[in-house]
C-alpha cells in the first residue's frame, strides 16, 4: 500500500492496479477498459482529495484540536499538545483559570468560539496568558472575553495578556477585554503585527506595547526586555508591516477618572488606524518618566474617530517623543484641539529625569568641594535622586570639567565626585549641561529624542548604578519631522500644538497642514498638478489624486500619499504612502464563530 498523507488527511493506492496495469502492457492481453476508466477516475479523485486537503487547512501537517472545557488545565493540554502550524480550539463556556497559561516558542493560532460565547475570568494574580513569541510562523489569539477578579496582575510588567519575543508576524483578534485591575494587553521585546477588531473598556491603560528589544538587539542586558535604544539606532519604518499594527479597535473608559489608554514607549513602533475611542485620549511616553527607557519611536495615527462626552480636555492625542504622520482624524465634543506634542526633558518642566537629565545649558552659581564631593548650585535642575549624567564646563580648575554621574540632593543642588583636591569654591563662567543633548544653543536643541528627533547612533548600558553608559555624548540623530493633516475637533480643521515652543517649533520639529499652501511652509493638500514647483525643505504635501489603492476597502484608484521637500526646490514623491489597509495577516482569516468545524481524522481511497 502507499499512503500520502498527514495527520489528519491519508490517501491510499493500492499497488494491485500497478501490478495488473504493468501486466496488461507487457502482453498482448486486450486491455480491460472498463478497469482502465476506474483506475483513472480513482488518481482524478486523488488528486481532488490532496488539494482540497491543502486548501482547508492551509498546511497539510497542521491540525486542528479542540478542548475538552474552556478550563485552564484542559486548553494547557491542548496547547502542550500543539505543535507549530496547529490550530487549538477552545470551546463555549465560563471559566475562571486561577494560574496562567504559559506558551513558549510555538507558533499557533488559540481561538475561542466568539466574544459572545467563551469567557475566561483572570484570578491568577498574574497573567492569564503569558506567549513568548517563536520568530518564524503565524501566531494568533481570538475569539473570547475575558476579564480580572480585581486581584491584580502581579505588577511590574505583567498584563492579564502578555505577549513577548521576537515575531513578525503576531494576531491578536476579536477579544473582549473588561479589566478591573490589570492592564489588559501588554506586548514586549520585538513583536510586530497586527492588533485588530477588540474592545477594551478600563479605568486604566488598555494596551501598553514595547519595542525594547528592535531587530532581537539588547544594548542594555541588565534589563531583559531592553530600553528602546536599538529602534532608536535603525531607519524609521512607517507605512510598512514591520511594526505594531492597532486597527479596527474599540476603546473605552471605564468607571475610574484615568482617561489615557494608549502607553507606547520603550522605541516602540506603532500604527493607530480605523479605531474608536469613546471618552479616552492616545498616549504615550517620552525619554523623560520611567526610568532608563527610550521614547516612542515613531507613531501613525490616522483615520481614527475620537468622541468625548466630558467636559473639556486639551487634546485627544498626545506625543511626548519621536517622529510620526498624524492625518485624517475625525473628533467631536469639547476639547481645546486634537494633537499637541510635549518634551518633558524641558529644564522649565523640572522634573527629575534618571540617566538623561534635563535638556538645556544652565549657569552653576556656586561650585564647592568637600574632600572628593563637589556640590553644583543651580535656579533649578532636572537631574535625578538615582543618578544623572551630567557634563560640567567652564571652571578654571579642570578637576571640576567633565562628564560625571550626579545625584540631586535639593530642587536647587546635585553633588558629584571629583578626583585630586582643586580649590574651593571653582571660578570661572561654569556651566552644566546633559551629554546627551545637541545643544546647539542655551536650550539644548536639539534634545535627545525629542518630537522631531529620528534614527542616531546605539546608546548602550544600563545606566547610574548599574551599568555605565555610552557613549556619553549627543548620539547624531537625524531630523525627523511630524507631519499633521486633515485633522478636525467638530467639524473644524485643527492644527498640531507644541506645549514647549522654545525645544517643539513648527516648520521644523513638526508641520501642520496649510489651507494657503505656497510651497513655503507646512504641508499642502490637493491633486498632484496643483503641487507647487517650487518648495522650502522639510515641508510636504498630500498628493490626493496618488498613492494607488492603500485603502482596499474604499475603492478608489488612489487614496492618496505624501510628497516632501527633502532640498531646495527638490519633491520627492510618495515619501511616505500608508500599508495596505486591512493589514496583510487579516486577509481572508475567518472570525472566530465562521471558522469551520474541525477536519477529518482520515480519508481512505481503495
Known sequence: MISIGGSFHTFTVDRRYHSKAQ??????????????????ELVRLLSILVFLSLCTTGDLWAATTSAPSCSQSNVNTAVANASDGDTVLIPAGNCTWSSPLTIT?????????????????NASGRELILWELKPAGISRLSGFTTTDNGSGCGGGDGGSVHIRGDSPSFRLDHVTFTAKSCVPLRIHENVRGVIDHNTCTNSGFCFIPHHGKWQNINSTPGYNDGQGDQSWAAPSTMGTANQLVFEDNVFNRG??????????????RSTYRFNQFNNVVMANHGTETGGRSRSVRHWEVYQNTFTWTDPNTPAMSHLRGGTGMIFDNR?????????????????????????????????????????????????????????????????????YNGTFIAYASSNSTFTFTISGSPPSPATGSVTARSPFDQNFSSIG???????????????????????????????????????ISNNTVNGVLSA???????????????????TSFNGTTGIGRGPRSSRPSTCTAGVAYWSTDQGGNWNTTAGATNDGTLDKCTATNTWTNAFYTPLTYPHPLIGGTPTPTDLPPSPPTGVAVR
Open 255 to 268: 468607571s475610574g477618572a484615568q482617561i489615557w489608554t494608549t502607553d507606547d514607549h520603550h522605541g516602540t
Open 23 to 40: 501486466a496488461i502492457i507487457g502482453s498482448s492481453q486486450k486491455p480491460d477498459w472498463a478497469w482502465v476508466t476506474k483506475q483513472y
Open 445 to 483: 536643541y536639539r534634545c535627545l529624542d525629542q518630537p522631531g528627533a529620528g534614527q542616531g547612533s546605539l546608546i548602550s548600558g544600563e545606566g547610574p548604578g548599574d551599568g555605565a553608559m555610552s557613549p556619553l555624548s549627543w548620539p547624531n540623530q537625524a531630523l525627523e519631522p511630524i507631519y
Open 331 to 399: 473628533s467631536t465634543g469639547a476639547m481645546n484641539w486634537f494633537f499637541d506634542l510635549s518634551h518633558y526633558r524641558n529644564l522649565s518642566d523640572d522634573r527629575q529625569v534618571y540617566a538623561w537629565g534635563g535638556c538645556g545649558i544652565q549657569a552653576v552659581t556656586s561650585l564647592a568641594r568637600s574632600g572628593s564631593t563637589a556640590t553644583a548650585t543651580v535656579n533649578n535642575h532636572s537631574v535625578s535622586s538615582s543618578g544623572s549624567y551630567i557634563t560640567i564646563s567652564g571652571a578654571n580648575e579642570s578637576a
Open 105 to 121: 516558542n510555538k507558533s499557533i493560532s488559540i481561538i475561542g468560539s466568539g466574544e459572545s460565547s467563551t469567557f475566561i475570568t
Open 496 to 514: 498640531g500644538v507644541s506645549n514647549f515652543t522654545d525645544t517643539v517649533q513648527a516648520n521644523r520639529d513638526f508641520y501642520n497642514q496649510n
